[in-house]
Structure formats: C-alpha cells, structure tokens
C-alpha cells in the first residue's frame, strides 16, 4: 500500500514571500499522479496541481510550482508571492494508475499554512 | 451550474439511527467517491464507483453502505454500526478518460454529528 507523509504540521509564511510544503512518498509502482490540494476553512477541497509521474518537467500553475524528484519519491509544493488567500490546509496525494487495489486518492495529513499580514 | 452537490451540509444523528448523506453530480463523470476526514487527519476512503450498479470497499468501509442506481448519484447511508460517525464527509467524482480523467474533484462537505 502507498503512504504520504507531510512532515510539516504547520508553516507561517510572510504576505509576498515564498514558502515550500514537504511531502514524500512511499510507492512501489513506476506510473501514478501526484496532487496538492488545498483547504480553505470553508473545507472544500479544493485542486492546486497536479504531476504525472513519467513527466520530468515540474508543474506549473501561476505562483504555484513543485519540485518532483521521482527517485527521492518528493513532492514539494513552492507558493511564491503569498498572499493572505493561501491560508489554508495543503494536503498532498497519491493516485495509483497501475490497477491494482482500491481507486482514489492516497492522502497525507496535511500542513497548515499561515499567511502573516 | 456544473459541480458535485452535498447535502445536507449539517446533520445530526442520535445514538441507534441510520442517516444518508447525498451526493449528485452532473459533470458526466463515471467515478465517484466518498471519503471521510477527521479533525487534524487526511482523508480515507470509505468506498468508491466506477460504474454504475457497482461499487468497492475503500479503507473504513464498516458501518458504511452505498449506491449507485445511477450514474450521477452516489449517496453514502451511516449505519448504526458505525461506531464513531462524527466527522467530515467529502464526495468526489472524476471522468475515466481524457485528460482530466485521473483528477478528482470534491464537492463541499457534509458535517454528520452524532448526538
């Protein structure tokens, strides 16, 4: 079974700098999705990004970004210019496209991102 | 408008009772899910659709039952069996192909209390 780990249980950032999620990963397979999603108080979930596994390129989504280093198995999500609108719960997943177990997402426990005015 | 709707966004459940939380989309997608999330948790999968008239177990299917007599409902019914029903309940959906087909969406919630 596949496990996603978000080290950080919480982040405090300052409006307009850049801040870095951690999340790593523990899979067997060669061929999967990754995703951050976010959180808002509203508890909507709510797509930041996404990463096919067999792309080398990193996403990219406006001030959005990740790192994915495949062998390292991380998936780190970068915010640049932060605004007081990411506060929220950043949760990292996993999909499975290898057929095998239950479909969905695998999902980490979050890290809580603070925007400091 | 096109999305995933929940409802009811807050109910409360006495000791015993069976309650169902709803959830419709009219997004056309074939899959759709039900997760649950617990305070300072991830979520877990309790069961998920691919097709209709057909359904699986996720992680913490027990005390949970489904269905999905069509393909733009999936509603998730707490049975008394569930020991600890008090939490957030979040249901999904996703197309098979293309390609959006390996991201999920989320509706908004339900919140279920137990009282």
């Known amino acids: 079974a596949q496990t996603v780990t978000q080290s950080q249980p919480e982040m405090s950032v300052q409006e307009a700098e850049t801040v870095t999620l951690s999340c790593t990963y523990d899979?067997?397979?060669?061929?999967?999705?990754l995703f951050w999603y976010k959180q808002p108080p509203s508890r909507q979930m709510i797509l930041v990004i996404r990463?096919?596994?067999?792309?080398?390129q990193n996403a990219t989504e406006n001030r959005f970004s990740v790192n994915f280093q495949k062998a390292a198995k991380s998936f780190s999500l970068k915010i640049s210019d932060s605004q007081l609108g990411d506060a929220a719960m950043y949760f990292c997943?996993?999909?499975?496209?290898?057929?095998?177990?239950?479909?969905?997402?695998?999902f980490g426990k979050g890290t809580h991102l603070i925007i400091q005015p | 408008d096109g999305g995933i709707t929940q409802s009811p966004k807050y109910l409360f459940r006495k000791e015993g009772q069976n309650v169902t939380l709803s959830c419709e989309q009219n997004?056309?997608?074939?899959?759709m899910y039900w997760y649950r999330q617990d305070p300072g948790q991830g979520l877990r999968l309790i069961y998920y659709?691919?097709?209709?008239?057909?359904?699986q177990k996720g992680d913490i299917a027990e005390g949970y039952s489904v269905s999905r007599e069509k393909k733009e409902s999936f509603p998730l019914t707490v049975t008394s069996a569930q020991k600890n029903p008090t939490a957030f309940y979040l249901c999904?959906?996703?197309?098979?192909?293309?390609?959006?087909?390996?991201?999920?969406?989320f509706g908004e919630g339900s919140w279920l209390t137990v009282v």
């Open positions: 990463q096919e596994a067999y792309k080398q």
């Open positions: 997004l056309n997608h074939d899959a």
């Open positions: 899979t067997s397979e060669s061929d999967y999705y």
């Open positions: 999904a959906s996703r197309h098979h192909t293309g390609n959006s087909g390996n991201t999920i969406y």
């Open positions: 659709s691919q097709i209709v008239n057909d359904f």
């Open positions: 997943a996993y999909r499975s496209l290898s057929g095998g177990g239950a479909d969905g997402l695998t």
